[in-house]
């Protein structure tokens, strides 16, 4: 009786074993395309994660991500102990001495499910299968979706494959790439971005009580959140630390102590692209890196790239307050200004009619509705006229938003109101751009004012006329002008006379003074002498890439827009000797593993000598310098003590744009102000003009920079650099004054207004 049975259960032992052997066969070779592929096997000998590309300023600071999983790698030295310790106690208390299978734990599970415990019996390795392969998901046969036997064969796989990966990782190599690839909510794939994330601190430094938080998480990410389910996850953490007292990692003292303690969660550091610094920088440098990796063959957004950046993060800072700062104090005054009156009107200051309705039909919501309603518009504008609860930007909020309820029509004219900004700063003798600011709040204004957007420059444009001059007719900053009405007959037959902001003088100045206090004729009389078409010759040489128009009114810049990144650009070329050079913001790109796969060389190319290049630095300097100068205004800044300052302003036409472009021995800032489309400006120059729009964000920017000693060269008060030799004589008590005026110059037509 006894041997039968003992045969029996030998028989029915061999018979287990040759089944399972036969289902392993079956599984892994995919019998009949019942079971689904396993993955190749050069895909386990090299299973990649999706990694997060990172971009990185010039002082080592992250400045933000690229991905659809956020994560990035952590090696084997950089996580805790107490976080192993937390994490074998919990999921795998025998992994280091089982093959990838705890066979010991698996088949003691059948009998907590008969005493009515349930757990899971996947040990690390099994799990480390599961989520790098996507056994659930993926290589599914057609019996895969049957309830339970698509569980058992997604189950079979896993201890394939964890079999597999033990025979070809280390344990350390093993729990390193599970702690890497884990999802652990937020956004928040692996440790290093979950301490990061909930913690503010690295892998290294967790604590046992974080360490159990974040293991806790393993069950369900969402559930166990200590963000959205702190109760919950306060429970979760405390079972952990008691599995960690249970296998001896902790004293019983210090789990009753981990257990008193709360949750303590640092604001949730969120890798989002609308948080942290340079959020407009990041996205528009988005726009290059997805068209490098297109043409190279990576995926910005898992290959784990590591983007080199010229941004300086503390000066990248320091332009972020300066324009919050002094865009803050000029919103209010323009909220004030137009006080019970809408801001969109016409040259005459009439509010445009229809310009809210013709606003709202080109947003999102609208294309939305449209879409749904078709040409029913009483549908669609019942629904844009509906309060719904929304987040708005304010600069006197907490963070800058406010919780409110608006209808979607009242949130168009609500943002309409706002002024923006652009501001670059650079490096004029490398091109390294230093600091980029694209808006107010990337989160709420979208648009990047640097490079993307381009606006009318207004006076801001007159020395590239100003230095065409120079070169073509060997003038002097002393040559003399008379400040007297300059027509143009155009080639429609229409004339255009260039208008001073205020009256003409009939005094004559020297080209110094003109340019400081931007004396309209004077530029319109240059451009009479050279000829639009050399000015637009000279401005794409020095880097402005727009369209420009061959006119005579582009003398005051209102002859195209430019943009903040191809100005300051082009006012570098003055700085640098006479040598333009490409603004550059990225130095190299590498791969996950530190290989450069780029490095990026800026062009150059020399417009003037170095003597000319000197002779524009003197004459913009002529705006802090000269009497009525535009930047004088600047000497209430404390970087001005002791160091020489060239600059120019521009305003546009109706006050719509505001700039400022300033320039020291070593840093070109570009500003622009203005609103979001050309009729949303202010009605008087006494607020309008771009030493009250753009200049005070620059002198702010620049006392910053010259506080903060870390920042040298950019902070080093001096002067301009001369060259060896100067030919020109800069002392106008001293020089021999040509004077010119329209009297003297009878254009090749013979007509002295037909010049075109």
């Known amino acids: 009786m006894y041997l039968r049975i003992i045969r029996l259960g030998w028989t029915l032992v061999v018979a287990g074993f040759l089944f399972l052997g036969v289902w392993v066969l079956a599984v892994s070779n995919d019998w009949g395309g019942l079971f689904g592929g396993m993955p190749d096997l050069t895909k386990l000998e090299n299973p990649k994660s999706e990694v997060a590309s990172e971009l990185w300023s010039a002082d080592g600071v992250l400045l933000g991500k690229y991905f659809r999983q956020n994560r990035t790698p952590v090696r084997y030295e950089e996580i805790s102990p107490n976080l192993l310790n937390a994490l074998y106690a919990t999921e795998d208390i025998r992994f280091e001495d089982h093959s990838g299978i705890d066979f010991r734990g698996t088949f003691s599970i059948f009998f907590d499910l008969l005493r009515g415990k349930r757990r899971g019996g996947s040990t690390i390795t099994q799990q480390l299968a599961k989520n790098l392969f996507s056994t659930r998901q993926n290589l599914k046969g057609s019996l895969s979706d ?39 909510g937020n956004n928040a794939f692996g440790v290093k971005v979950a301490a990061r994330t909930y913690f503010n601190t690295t ?29 919950l996850a306060l429970m979760r953490r405390n079972t952990v630390i008691e599995q960690m007292e249970k296998y001896g990692f902790i004293s019983e003292a210090e789990a009753e102590r981990y257990k008193r303690a709360s949750i303590k969660v640092d604001a949730v550091q969120s890798d989002d692209h609308t948080s942290g610094i340079a959020t407009y920088f990041r996205m528009e440098v988005r726009k290059d890196l997805l068209a490098w990796c297109a043409k190279n063959g990576y995926d910005l957004f898992a290959d784990g790239l590591k983007i080199y950046t010229t941004i300086d993060s503390r000066m990248q800072r320091y332009a972020e307050e300066a324009i919050a700062e002094h865009m803050k104090e000029l919103q209010g005054k323009f909220f004030a200004h137009w006080k019970g009156r809408n801001p969109w009107v016409d040259e005459n200051f009439r509010e445009l009619p229809n310009f809210i309705d013709r606003a709202v039909k080109r947003t999102e919501h609208y294309r939305v509705l449209k879409s749904i309603y078709g040409d029913d518009s009483i549908s669609i504008y019942r629904e844009l006229n509906k309060p719904v609860r929304m987040k708005v930007f304010s600069w006197t909020a907490k963070n800058n938003e406010i919780d409110t309820v608006m ?42 004012h640097v490079k993307q957007g381009a606006r009318q420059p207004g006076s801001a444009f007159k020395p590239i006329v100003y230095a065409t001059a120079i070169s073509e007719q060997a003038y002097s900053p002393c040559t003399e002008v008379v400040d007297a009405p300059q027509t143009f007959v155009l080639e429609s037959g229409e004339t255009w006379t260039a208008k001073n902001f205020g009256a003409y003088t009939g005094n004559t100045y020297t080209l110094r003074q003109a340019l400081a206090q931007s004396i309209n004729t004077t530029a319109a009389f240059l451009m009479r002498r050279i000829q639009p078409r050399r000015v637009i010759e000279y401005a794409r040489k020095m880097g402005i890439t727009t369209p ?40 190299h790109i590498t791969d996950k593993n530190g290989k450069v796969l780029y490095r990026f060389i800026p062009q150059k190319r020399e417009v003037f000598d170095e003597e000319k290049a000197y002779i524009m630095t003197y004459m913009l300097r002529g705006a802090t310098e000269e009497r009525n100068g535009t930047g004088l205004g600047l000497y209430r800044y404390k970087f001005r003590q002791g160091t020489q300052v060239a600059c120019k302003t521009g305003t546009t036409q109706n006050y719509s744009d505001g700039w400022f472009m300033g320039m020291t021995k070593d840093l070109v800032t570009g500003i622009w102000v203005g609103g979001d489309e050309r009729s949303i400006h202010f009605r008087t120059g006494d607020y309008g003009q771009g030493s009250r729009m753009a200049m005070p964000a620059f002198g702010i920017y620049m006392d910053k920079i010259f506080a903060d000693p870390r920042l040298e060269p950019y902070n080093t008060k001096g002067e301009f650099p001369k060259p060896e030799k100067l030919t020109v004589e800069l002392d106008c008590s001293k020089a021999k004054a040509l004077r010119l005026d329209s009297a003297s110059y009878v254009p090749p037509s013979g007509n002295p207004l037909n010049d075109f």
């Open 146 to 184: 049957l309830p339970l036997l698509g569980t058992v064969i997604a189950k079979t796989k896993e201890w394939i494959l964890a079999i597999q990966l033990e025979r070809s990782y280390t344990k350390r190599e093993i729990v390193t790439m599970y702690l890497n690839e884990v999802e652990l």
């Open 203 to 231: 892998p290294d430094s967790l604590t046992v009580p974080q360490a159990a938080v974040l293991v806790g998480m393993l069950k369900a990410p969402t559930r166990y959140n200590p963000i959205r389910n702190p109760e």
């Open 407 to 448: 209808s979607p029509i009242d949130s168009v004219k609500y943002f309409k109101k706002f002024l923006h900004a652009g501001m670059m700063s650079m490096d004029p003798h490398t091109g390294y751009v230093k600091a980029w600011v694209g808006g107010v709040n990337q989160k709420f204004f979208n648009y990047d």
């Open 548 to 587: 420009l128009d061959e006119v005579p009114s582009l003398a005051l810049g209102a002859g195209g827009d430019v943009s903040v990144y191809d100005l300051t650009g082009a006012y570098a070329t003055f700085v640098n000797k006479g040598v333009w050079i490409q603004p550059t913001y990225i130095t």
